[in-house]
């Protein structure tokens, strides 16, 4: 009686096993065909990285069934998705989702000094990564200039490898309409590009490679 309790026991678990194996390798064996449908698939122009700019790539990571969308550039990686019909086309849909807004151009401050509030929302949320470095280098200047107490300068130097750059140096001088402009400037894809370094006291330094686009 012992013996055939633990024979039926020995087989309910074997099945178990057996049966659990059967459906983990069907489950590769479909990600790996759905894998394959979708790299056969063509897909949309995968616009360049919205950071640098450079070209960028959907590419498949086989051993956690992942695919993602990698800049060739900086590394920038899309989310990761798991493997599933149109993978491809939802990547897509979100890394080449662009805002289209520009850097502003209107350099309105109000009477008392201080930044136009749409302005520095507009700066906030630009991509325009091709227009950055001039409109730190043109605009900026000019909208500092326009409010008292602030500094500015641009000077030539050169990066860690000798390649020429211009260096931006900036202080507040505390007062709240130029705290207001930096905050929205660091905030922006120039604070994520450009800005070098930052001391107390309201002193920012930004450069600016001039071998770029
Ligand atoms: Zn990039």
Not at 48 to 62: Q, V, W
Not at 138 to 159: A, C, T, W
Request: charged share 25%; net charge negative.
């Amino acid at each position: 009686m012992i013996s055939f309790v633990i024979f039926s026991l020995l087989f309910i678990i074997s099945s178990v096993i057996f049966f659990f194996g059967i459906i983990t390798s069907l489950n590769e064996a479909q990600k790996k065909q759905l894998a394959e449908e979708e790299n056969n698939k063509k897909h949309d122009h995968v616009l360049p990285c919205p950071l640098c700019g450079s070209a960028s790539d959907i590419k498949y990571d086989g051993n956690g069934h992942w695919w993602y969308i990698e800049c060739s550039g900086c590394h920038l990686q899309s989310e990761k998705m798991s493997i599933c019909t149109n993978v491809k086309d939802k990547l897509l849909e979100k890394w080449n989702k662009r805002m289209s807004i520009d850097f502003p151009r209107d350099l309105d401050v109000d009477d008392n000094g201080y930044p136009n509030d749409d302005m520095l929302d507009q700066l906030q949320k630009t991509d325009n990564v091709k227009d950055a470095a001039s409109w730190l280098l043109n605009i900026f200047p000019k909208l500092v200039r326009s409010m008292p107490f602030g500094h500015l300068e641009i000077s030539d130097g050169s990066d860690d490898f000798g390649n020429p750059i211009k260096i931006v140096s900036y202080s507040t001088g505390g007062w709240s309409g130029q705290e207001d402009l930096i905050t929205a400037v660091e905030k922006s894809i120039i604070g994520i590009l450009y800005l070098y370094s930052w001391r107390r006291g309201g002193h920012y330094v930004f450069h600016v490679p001039l071998t770029e686009k």
